[in-house]
T-cell receptor
Framework: ETGVTQTPRHLVMGMTNKKSLKCEQH?????MYWYKQSAKKPLELMFVYNFKEQTENNSVPSRFSPECPNSSHLFLHLHTLQPEDSALYLC???????????????FGEGSWLTVV | QKEVEQNSGPLSVPEGAIASLNCTYS??????FFWYRQYSGKSPELIMS????GDKEDGRFTAQLNKASQYVSLLIRDSQPSDSATYLCAVNIALLSGGSYIPTFGRGTSLIVHP
């Protein structure tokens, strides 16, 4: 139990499908994140939300659409994905991304996405 | 491009030995440094954080930071087969677009502890 819960844990979708990943954090944090982890690559930051406002979009293609209705919930809406988008998508949360020192992030268990 | 560099390994050590994992970073302004452990098929879990130069010990783990050399390391004493995993170094780097200090990760070092 990490305090950050992601669903579904595994998702297989076709390139024309629309699906969503869901994340909920129970840590009382103010910021939430989406990271992407592909084989042989470092973790890539996708989006940052602070107090439910998007503060960072790391040049992510528009086929990935985030939504943050409040500080505890984060979604990643997926549509017309490509096979190369298959990866582990990690949600994370932290207390304060504006802190110069000590912004520690905690990850959920991840959602394994396969695009066929 | 602000980077975090790690040797991908694998680093193989015998059980009971000291495993030494290294990381360098490019942003001189970084103030926060983290080590995460990631087992195969799992998400990263935080092991250690360090903010000041010198050593920080937590059980069998010791993090070492040298900001002048832009170098952070993790020592694992009395290594166990259960320590076999990928170890990710993360450095909080300021993102100019939103003013946030967000962890940037290295590729990770694969550690194998053999009996």
């Amino acid at each position: 139990e990490t305090g950050v819960t992601q669903t579904p844990r595994h998702l297989v979708m076709g390139m024309t499908n629309k699906k969503s990943l869901k994340c909920e954090q129970h840590l009382g944090h103010n910021a939430m994140y989406w990271y992407k982890q592909s084989a042989k690559k470092p973790l890539e930051l996708m989006f940052v939300y602070n107090f439910k406002e998007q503060t960072e979009n790391n040049s992510v293609p528009s086929r990935f659409s985030p939504e943050c209705p409040n500080s505890s919930h984060l979604f990643l809406h997926l549509h017309t994905l490509q096979p190369e988008d298959s990866a582990l998508y990690l949600c994370a949360s932290s207390q304060d991304p504006l802190a110069v020192s000590g912004n520690t992030i905690y990850f959920g268990e991840g959602s394994w996405l396969t695009v066929v | 491009q602000k980077e975090v560099e790690q040797n991908s390994g694998p680093l193989s050590v015998p059980e009971g030995a000291i495993a030494s994992l290294n990381c360098t970073y490019s942003d001189r302004g970084s103030q926060s440094f983290f080590w995460y452990r990631q087992y195969s098929g799992k998400s990263p879990e935080l092991i250690m954080s360090i903010y000041s130069n010198g050593d920080k010990e937590d059980g069998r783990f010791t993090a070492q930071l040298n900001k002048a050399s832009q170098y952070v390391s993790l020592l694992i004493r009395d290594s166990q087969p259960s320590d076999s995993a990928t170890y990710l170094c993360a450095v909080n780097i300021a993102l100019l677009s939103g003013g946030s200090y967000i962890p940037t990760f290295g590729r990770g070092t694969s550690l194998i502890v053999h009996p």
